[in-house]
């Protein structure tokens, strides 16, 4: 006869993120409708007052790898070099810093930061962007100072295929003017045989 345990509370805590020591409530960014709200510091789940969508509260700290749908977080997402995560989805509210291979649908409130061992493939599409030279990106969608949090369908966009569905849907059209070193792009890349090649790109005003 199978006999299922579910650990003691204590157990679970220490697997956990650790606990905020103030009492002083926290404000997020829902990231289903991009409003802010106040929660309880001590809450790891929450329901946004304005939109009711369920959210998840706190960073997000990858070490080793992650499979599965999604990764949501009002927080910011760290995935470490030696780190591997599949995922249709990663949103999050502020800040994205990706040192390991990810493959993913990536939506960003904040800065997101590719580092030079980076290996992306799927799309990411936020407010900011810091690309470092070495980082390795794969048939991917980058869209920069991207107003796509709030406005995506997290629900749909978690049974998307990476880089496909409504989230990775951008206005795609022809440069008609001179590309500068500070110019903000959105850009799809296609892979070939001969390696990545450059389909269209947009200037972002």
């Not at 629900?155 to 022809?174: N, T, V, Y």
Request: aromatic residues 4%; hydrophobic residues 35%; charged residues 15%.
């Amino acid at each position: 006869m199978a006999t299922f345990f579910k650990p003691p509370r204590f157990l679970i805590r220490e697997r956990a993120a650790p606990r905020q020591v103030s009492n002083t409530p926290i404000e997020v960014t829902c990231y289903r409708c991009a409003r802010p709200s106040t929660h309880s510091p001590f809450a790891e789940t929450a329901s946004c007052p304005h939109c009711a969508g369920r959210l998840q509260i706190g960073d997000v700290h990858i070490e080793h790898g992650h499979w599965g749908t999604s990764i949501q977080t009002t927080g910011s997402v760290v995935i470490d070099q030696a780190a591997q995560v599949h995922a249709n989805l990663i949103i999050c509210s502020g800040d994205l810093h990706i040192a390991g291979k990810v493959h993913a649908m990536c939506i960003c409130g904040g800065r997101a930061t590719i580092s030079e061992t980076a290996d992306v493939q799927g799309g990411i599409r936020t407010s900011q962007l810091v690309l470092q030279p070495g980082a390795v990106i794969r048939g991917c969608l980058i869209e920069t100072q991207s107003r796509a949090l709030g406005k995506i369908d997290v629900d749909h966009a978690m049974r998307s295929a990476p880089g496909k569905g409504q989230a990775a849907q951008i206005e795609l059209k022809p440069t008609t003017s001179t590309i500068g070193a500070n110019t903000d792009i959105a850009a799809r890349i296609y892979p070939s045989a001969k390696g990545p090649r450059q389909a269209q790109l947009r200037v972002v005003s």
